[in-house]
């Protein structure tokens, strides 16, 4: 355990600074937009979308759309994983193991009294914690937002939703970045594991999102697609939870699938020195 901590801390370290000038980036973006609500006419703003019906549809319909929460949701947590998912998958394609193979330090890390599955459950642990910190920090600014907003005050303030998004944000982030890990052992090369890890997100995306499009016989594949249990729209704009156990279970345990895969893909892995 001292020599996963150890891992841990020293990533910590050195991503220290990266950790906080992006999240404060991104949470003052976040910020920003409940302060918008403010000063944006969202009825004037949903009658504009009103004349794209699909387009509106596919954000969740006018009544989503004309609510602080449903603004904020399409302009920050719609596209989350491209603000925040992209950069992670890019850390974790070099953080994870590429990176010490490419500079030929591995063998030297792997020669210290540490088992392999100790070695990456260390990089594992660093991963989900710096996302845990990061989406904590940006919305730690969103609900100063919300808390300083008139508009959101006079409509209500639902901390339970912006819970929920936490949750659901670090599960549904957690699978780009152990999908990164996965093949980041199968590769140990950073643009191939970068390269792998975003066409798998953007194959995701694509099913996930345009999935009613498809015939009917085909929409099926909806389930395959980690995008599906996503449902920032459900918890954030509308604040129903009715499938937010199903959706958290499910993350999870694509989660585990990966970390698992990870784990017994890198024992076995030959390494080259």
Do not use: C
Request: no cysteine.
């Amino acid at each position: 355990m001292s020599k996963v901590l150890s891992i841990i801390v020293e990533h910590f370290h050195e991503k220290r600074w990266i950790f906080l000038m992006f999240g404060i980036l991104v949470g003052l973006m976040g910020f920003l937009l409940t302060m918008l609500v403010d000063v944006l006419d969202i009825n004037a703003y949903s009658a504009i979308l009103e004349s794209f019906p699909e387009l509106a549809d596919l954000f969740g319909g006018l009544v989503a759309l004309s609510t602080p929460y449903g603004f904020v949701n399409i302009e920050l947590f719609t596209f989350m994983w491209i603000f925040v998912g992209i950069f992670l998958v890019y850390m974790a394609s070099g953080t994870a193991l590429p990176t010490e193979v490419e500079d030929k330090t591995i063998d030297l890390i792997l020669s210290k009294p540490i088992s392999r599955s100790s070695y990456l459950m260390g990089k594992i642990a660093f991963l989900y914690l710096f996302i845990a910190g990061l989406m904590a920090l940006v919305l730690a600014f969103v609900g100063l937002g919300m808390a300083t907003s008139q508009t959101f005050i006079d409509y209500g303030l639902y901390w339970d939703r912006l819970l929920a998004v936490y949750i659901i944000n670090i599960l549904h982030l957690g699978t780009l970045v152990m999908t990164a890990l996965l093949f980041a052992t199968i590769f140990l090369n950073s643009k191939k594991t970068m390269g792998a890890a975003l066409a798998i997100m953007f194959l995701m995306f694509f099913i996930g999102t345009f999935w009613q499009y498809f015939p009917e016989a085909q929409q099926v594949i909806k389930y395959d697609s980690t995008w599906f249990y996503l449902n920032t729209l459900d918890l954030f704009a509308l604040g129903i939870f009715n499938d937010f156990l199903r959706d958290s279970l499910v993350l999870g345990g694509v989660n585990v699938v990966l970390i698992v895969a990870s784990l017994l893909v890198f024992r076995r892995r030959d390494i080259p020195i």
